[in-house]
């Protein structure tokens, strides 16, 4: 039987995006939705994102990443895996959580599309004023 494997949980979200983010002992394999980073994520400014917390603590090289991650757009699903991998970290080491929160990885990102109002063409726009 192989040795028991430890596994640390955390859900991340970010605009319409939720991240469940699994970390384990490992040598830095990050794999979001079965596909590694570079292949899941388009552009290298999200694979960095999202691997952010872990090169925070100096820890990318010592674990493993596995996302499955739904909504949203690319941006969003990276800032959730961001988030869900601080708040794993953090379960596994509270020490982490001071390096974690100055850097800002343990705060849920608020900023998300605001809704289109009634009787208006967008969120903020207004159909042109005539006086008469």
């Known amino acids: 039987m192989p040795a028991e494997t430890v596994v640390f949980l955390g859900t991340g979200r970010r605009k319409t995006s939720t991240a469940r983010v699994r970390l384990t002992a490992g040598t830095g394999k990050f794999v979001a939705n079965g596909r590694p980073f570079d292949?899941?994520?388009s552009h290298e400014n999200f694979i960095k994102q999202?691997?952010?917390p872990l090169t925070t603590v100096q820890l990318a090289d010592k674990f493993?990443?596995?996302a499955n991650v739904s909504g949203g757009g690319t941006a969003g699903q990276a800032g959730?895996?961001?988030h869900g991998i601080a708040r794993a970290l953090q379960k596994m080491n509270a020490e982490l959580r001071a390096p974690l929160k100055k850097a800002g990885h343990l705060r849920r990102d608020p900023r998300a599309k605001?809704?289109?109002k009634p009787g208006q063409p967008g969120a903020r726009r207004r159909f042109q004023f005539s006086k008469r």
């Open 39 to 41: 292949s899941y994520f």
């Open 50 to 52: 999202a691997s952010q």
């Open 64 to 66: 493993d990443v596995a």
């Open 80 to 82: 959730a895996v961001a």
């Open 114 to 116: 605001e809704r289109k």
